[in-house]
């Protein structure tokens, strides 16, 4: 059959066109049911083998993790896809593919901040910071797999007293999402917020003027970057292919071209996230924030620390 059936949680405007795109080209039919990733997973277990599903997209590494866990993928080994993605990026059990990857970044008030006053996720503890930081709740994935990226580098200890001084410091409980804490800055809620990178250039490249207008009132810092440190937690939007991929050919296919230099492309232009090749260069607005460091923990720690994560997130009063 000429068409390939995808349940995915991603959720921006770039990747019907990615699908579009990939008809053109192919002819193969993109399906795409949305919803968000645990409620994917639940739908794949319970269809089990009668599954339409070939593709699993998530914005997460934990629940692609997850997903391999509980049995609902299967191994791909495609020397295309191989050779089109960066290689630290990669699942090591082989499980999923990355397709793009977003740092989890701090972003500053202009007017109220320097660059210098800021350092580490550790260091937003600090007294300094009280009454002035801004996250989203601790429900949210992006947040999940931040503090698990803590837990993994420094222990459950450390991550309970890191999320106790950012829960001190909160300039508000926390609500929202990424992009609306970055319009409380502009607001003058709070002074520091911790966000997803693409938002930002998605805010900068606007057409609303209260989004651009927040995202010209904001400078991205990447956390973590001195020679001793980790670098700045990164996350990837991945795929993996089901278990019982009724399409499996065309799915592959569908991998190949999300991975190939044009998709890559497409994918940094509109969505501002990071390209999984390498041989692809971000957007220009995402140029203009420089280089980083990113942190090269194996990104199925974040789902293998996740538990813990919410575990301390609930003990600590992080919302
Ligand atoms: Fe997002």
Not at 140 to 159: E, F, P, R, W
Not at 193 to 220: D, F, P, Q, W
Not at 230 to 244: D, Q
């Amino acid at each position: 059959s000429k068409e390939v059936n995808l349940y995915s949680q991603r959720h921006y405007a770039v990747d019907k066109l990615q699908y579009e795109n990939f008809q053109k080209l192919t002819g193969i039919k993109v399906n795409v049911i949305k919803a968000n990733a645990d409620e994917l997973i639940e739908r794949l277990k319970n269809e089990g083998e009668d599954s339409p599903a070939d593709l699993f997209v998530t914005v997460d590494a934990g629940k692609l993790y997850r997903a391999s866990k509980m049995g609902l993928l299967q191994k791909i080994s495609n020397k295309i896809i191989d050779t089109n993605v960066s290689p630290d990026l990669k699942d090591k059990n082989g499980y999923w593919i990355p397709i793009t990857y977003r740092a989890r970044i701090l972003v500053y008030s202009n007017q109220r901040v320097e660059k210098n006053d800021l350092s580490t996720y550790e260091e937003l503890v600090d007294e300094k910071w009280k009454g002035r930081i801004l996250a989203r709740s601790s429900s949210n994935a992006y947040n999940q797999a931040l503090m698990s990226s803590i837990v993994a580098n420094l222990g459950s200890d450390l991550a309970s007293s890191w999320s106790k001084g950012i829960v001190r410091n909160f300039a508000r409980d926390p609500k929202g999402s990424d992009r609306d804490q970055v319009k409380a800055i502009a607001a003058g809620q709070g002074d520091i917020a911790i966000v997803n990178s693409y938002y930002i250039g998605l805010l900068l490249s606007s057409e609303k003027e209260e989004e651009l207008n927040a995202g010209k009132s904001v400078t991205v810092f990447f956390p973590n970057q001195a020679e001793n440190e980790r670098g700045s937690h990164i996350n990837v939007s991945g795929i993996g292919l089901a278990k019982y991929s009724p399409n499996k050919e065309n799915a592959i296919k569908l991998m190949e071209y999300l991975t190939s230099e044009e998709a890559q492309n497409t994918y940094v232009n509109n969505s501002y996230e990071y390209p999984a090749n390498p041989n692809v260069t971000p957007s220009e607005i995402v140029q203009s924030w420089g280089t980083f460091k990113r942190d090269t923990l194996d990104l199925n720690m974040l789902g293998k620390y996740r538990d813990e994560a919410i575990r301390i997130f609930d003990k600590t009063g992080w919302k």
